[in-house]
């Protein structure tokens, strides 16, 4: 198999310009503890993600703007080109409990859920740290800025970054892959314990 890709589809800039942003809450997985199905066809999309033994999926709750994510290419002479995966968000927990599980942070896949929306669902969720892991590269808490607030920043760890930008995370569902996929996603969350 070659290590040379090729495009394959017109790139069009049509002015249709998406929604910037993602929504305020992200799916976060300890990597070593889901297994996770790709596409035959388009290895960038997860089509299923499913938790190992009694492990479950866990949720960032962000605000406004202060969950981030993306990814910058990482190009070699002598290899091919490679993804820094990043996500970034704000802590506000400083309870023990919270303090311990921020400061364990390692070896994470995040899902996210953009604010563009195509009718046809594919692009809304995506994921990051899949293949190899996210781990935290910043960790910043300083009493008298940031209103007190902890700020995290996580990439791909060096030497291990990713084959794609992103991954996609669909569903394919005839009547909702929208409502399909955020379903798959919200069923690998803790049962809620009802009183």
């Not at 017109?10 to 998406?18: G, H, K, L, V």
């Not at 929604?19 to 997985?29: D, K, L, R, S, Y």
């Not at 202060?66 to 968000?89: E, I, W």
């Not at 930008?165 to 314990?193: C, H, N, R």
Request: include cysteine; proline fraction near 5%; glycine fraction near 6%.
């Amino acid at each position: 198999m070659s290590c040379e890709t090729k495009i394959f589809k017109d790139i069009t800039s049509d002015c249709n310009m998406p929604t910037p942003g993602i929504e305020v809450e992200a799916w976060v997985f300890n990597r070593s503890e889901i297994s996770t199905t790709y596409s035959s066809a388009d290895t960038n999309q997860i089509t299923d993600i499913s938790m190992v033994g009694s492990a479950t999926a866990f949720k960032i709750k962000g605000y406004k703007k202060n969950l981030n994510c993306g990814s910058d290419v990482v190009v070699a002479d002598d290899m091919p080109k490679r993804f820094n995966h990043y996500f970034s968000f704000k802590n506000f927990e400083f309870d023990t409990e919270s303090l311990r599980n921020v400061d364990n942070l390692d070896d994470l896949c995040i899902v996210v859920e953009r604010k563009d929306k195509p009718s046809n669902g594919d692009g809304i969720f995506v994921g990051y740290g899949f293949k190899s892991g996210l781990f935290v590269s910043s960790d910043t808490h300083r009493a008298w800025e940031n209103n007190g607030v902890r700020s995290v920043e996580m990439t791909s760890i060096e030497g291990g970054y990713e084959p794609h930008s992103q991954y996609v995370v669909f569903v394919a569902d005839e009547t909702s892959p929208y409502t399909a996929t955020k379903t798959m996603l919200d069923g690998l969350l803790p049962t809620p314990i009802v009183p």
